[in-house]
Nanobody, 123 residues
Framework: QVQLVESGGGLVQPGGSLRLSCAASGSPSNININNINWYRQAPGKQRDLVATITNDGYTNYADSVKGRFTISRDNAQNTVYLHMNSLKPEDTAVYYC???????????????WGQGTQVTVSS
């Protein structure tokens, strides 16, 4: 069974940087990852889309993070990254990755969410 494992969250001061990772495990060689999204959810707020990367490498970002965050993917490692620079207190949230993938075993498409990783930006 494939699952997503997130890492890289933590406490950082305003203006600092973090890199989040999201890796597929559990027979990752049996899936082809298509588009990948990073979401975030702050306490008491809805879950918002932060960044997207498609199968052909197209990227898109929410206006609130544009120019500060970079999404990338390593298909050989079945891993996606979110590099966050110039972090602000309002970036504080739980960050989730979501993939859309094709199973080579079952020959069907599916969505899968990571467990979330906490990012706290504070002095």
């Amino acid at each position: 069974q494939v699952q997503l494992v997130e890492s890289g969250g933590g406490l950082v001061q305003p203006g600092g940087s973090l890199r989040l990772s999201c890796a597929a495990s559990g027979s990752p060689s049996n899936i082809n990852i298509n588009n990948i999204n990073w979401y975030r959810q702050a306490p008491g707020k809805q879950r918002d889309l932060v960044a997207t990367i498609t199968n052909d490498g197209y990227t898109n970002y929410a206006d609130s993070v544009k120019g500060r965050f970079t999404i990338s993917r390593d298909n050989a490692q079945n891993t996606v990254y979110l590099h966050m620079n110039s972090l602000k207190p309002e970036d504080t949230a739980v960050y989730y990755c979501k993939i859309n993938a094709y199973s080579l075993t079952s020959r069907r498409w599916f969505d899968l969410w990571g467990q979330g990783t906490q990012v706290t930006v504070s002095s």
